[in-house]
């Protein structure tokens, strides 16, 4: 027989699954596990052989615990409508975020967040099948190229959460690359948002009035009138509105949110509508850092309409929402009924599907099973346009958030 090498591949069959997500292993498979195990290959490779290097029946649609954040400003409609698991410990304070996807790397994370690591970072974990307990990172390390292009980082480059906003979240902005790279400890961040739900009346924040300056501004903030120099948009479900870095923006009180970002953790506080905190102090601003991001000559972009830029592929209706240097954003609708995966849903490159409505069952080549319903996030892998053999079931009618990565090489205008 011949010698084990690191990283390589033994003959004979790799373990498949079977309908309940056991590994099922067979002969060969077993006789090389023996090899390494008598010959006294170190637990690392054994683990390797065991569960790691077979990636075409490992790897399938992941699912992810949801890492709640409590905000002063938060609700109860993670819950209520959502559906979130919101741990009994937490229920007495007000919940504002529900990360569903993270994997952000060290000295990004503030240390007061739930699920921060010593070192600064946070990474997901994964909550169904052969991967479940695993962070993100983990499976990126063993399995980066069905998630990610060669040309990416270690880590994934984009944030997911759900916002409720019970009150209005402080007036803020975020570095931008600029700021970042020349600032230890700042992080770009560039987000979307798109309204799931708003109580009558709702307004969202974005941008500044036209001909605002710089000492407006600053004396604005002095005497705790800035709320009249920004542009206020009514919130309208099914609308998204996309904030470049450097743009001032709040989330106003009653608003569920879907949030797309870059994994940052970095806001300058501006305005906290003169509240208080939980110590009954008022909570720390940044305005020093923030003035010196804010871009006065940026106009916001207009919120996108649910019916604009729709195209028919198939089986899906399909709406851009936002085109940027970091995400590309739209929203998928499927009917009820099983259709083979849909071209737009099967890409070169993994995409995050948000459940924004319906039930649905993802049949993964024959392998894995992977059923979701709203309020869910999946991590679904790159597959070629032209592979076959992944199915939809979907139970009631589908609607999806679907975030995808630029293409490699690929350079977009933010805007």
């Not at 790799?14 to 090899?35: H, L, M, T």
């Not at 993964?364 to 939809?392: I, K, M, R």
């Not at 609607?399 to 977009?412: F, I, Q």
Request: with cysteine.
């Amino acid at each position: 027989m011949p010698a084990l090498k690191r990283g390589g591949t033994p003959p004979g069959h790799w373990p498949g699954r079977s309908k309940g997500g056991e590994i099922c292993q067979c002969s060969a498979y077993n006789r090389w596990v023996g090899v390494a195990r008598m010959t006294g290959v170190c637990t690392g490779l054994i683990r390797r052989l065991e569960i790691k290097e077979p990636m075409a029946s490992m790897i399938y649609p992941l699912k992810f615990d949801p890492i709640f954040q409590p905000r002063i400003w938060g609700g109860t409609r993670l819950k209520t409508l959502l559906g979130k698991p919101i741990p009994k410990i937490m229920r007495k304070s007000p919940v504002g975020e529900s990360w569903e996807l993270a994997d952000l790397p060290p000295g990004s994370v503030k240390a007061d967040s739930i699920g921060a690591a010593a070192d600064g970072s946070l990474s997901s974990r994964i909550s169904n099948g052969a991967l479940a307990g695993q962070t993100l990172h983990q499976v990126l390390a063993d399995y980066k190229s069905a998630f990610l292009p060669d040309s990416a980082g270690e880590h994934f480059p984009l944030l997911v959460k759900f916002l409720d906003a019970g009150e209005d979240l402080s007036v803020q902005v975020h570095p931008t690359a600029n700021y970042a790279a020349s600032h230890e400890g700042a992080h770009l961040k560039t987000e979307a948002w798109y309204i799931l739900d708003a109580v009558p009346g709702a307004r969202l924040f974005k941008g500044l009035m036209p001909g605002v300056g710089r000492r407006q501004f600053v004396d604005a903030i002095s005497t705790g009138k800035v709320a009249g120099l920004l542009r206020s948009y009514p919130a309208r479900v099914g609308d998204c509105h996309f904030l470049p870095s450097g743009q001032i923006h709040a989330l106003g009180a009653g608003i569920l949110a879907a949030e797309v970002q870059t994994p940052s953790d970095t806001t300058f506080r501006i305005f906290d509508w003169n509240r208080v905190g939980p110590d009954g102090k008022p909570r720390a601003l940044q305005i020093a850092e923030a003035t010196e991001v804010i871009n006065f000559n940026q106009p916001p972009a207009e919120a996108l309409p649910p019916g604009r830029r729709i195209r028919q592929f198939d089986d899906v209706r399909w709406t851009n929402l936002v085109d940027c240097d970091y995400f590309h954003l739209s929203r998928a609708d499927v009917a009820e009924g099983s259709v083979p995966l849909p071209s737009p849903l099967r890409r070169p490159q993994a995409q995050v599907w948000i459940v924004l409505g319906g039930q649905a069952v993802l049949d993964w080549h024959g392998q894995h099973s992977v059923a979701f319903t709203t309020g869910d996030t999946l991590l679904v892998p790159g597959c070629q346009p032209a592979e076959q053999g992944s199915y939809l079931r979907v139970v009631s009618a589908l609607s999806l958030l679907v975030a995808d990565l630029p293409d490699r090489g690929e350079k977009k205008a933010e805007a």
